[in-house]
């Protein structure tokens, strides 16, 4: 079992439309829980970030981590086709030396169509 | 822009070459991190450096080796290439040691191994 598990997609939705993507988990150990956004030949770039259990809410953007069922979960609710990319979800436990270590999800590529 | 400089974007090589990727990070960020990125395994941690020090290592091959220089550019030697080499190379960078997940990353560098 993968530490973590994301949906490949691809997943194509109308504009307006709310979406839904999630993230699995199995590390307990993971304490710090991320979206990250990667438009095609770009690199990622952070969207959301949490550390508890619960919601966080960001413009269009809500972040949703569920530490009991390990799973999280990003909202895009209406969605515009600038939001067409793929979406990465990220954890972070504490590595060696200090440092803590990301893990990604393989990202779900997401087409929104006007 | 992150601010992350990676060159070259593209680099087309044959088997058994060695190439170097060359990452500048963010002014001021004495964090630097390579990650492979490829279709089937997505992104993967490779290795981390902190303030020309190495701190952190993940899925990196012995073929491969990194260093960061005291000006903190990043170097990412690759060596007896194969053809499954062939991935996008991105580095990222962070102010800190221990950031729990805000990295910046850069473009990336494709590699084409033929």
Known sequence: QKEVEQDPGPLSVPEGAIVSLNCTYSNSAFQYFMWYRQYSRKGPELLMYTYSSGNKEDGRFTAQVDKSSKYISLFIRDSQPSDSATYLCAMSSVGGAGSYQLTFGKGTKLSVIP | DSGVTQT???????????????????????????????????LQFLIQYYNGEERAKGNILERFSAQQFPDLHSELNLSSLELGDSALYFCASSPRLADTGELFFGEGSRLTVL
């Open chain 2, 8 to 42: 070259p974007k593209h680099l087309i090589t044959a088997t058994g070459q060695r190439v170097t990727l060359r990452c500048s990070p963010r002014s001021g960020d004495l964090s630097v991190y390579w990650y492979q990125q490829s279709l089937d395994q997505g």
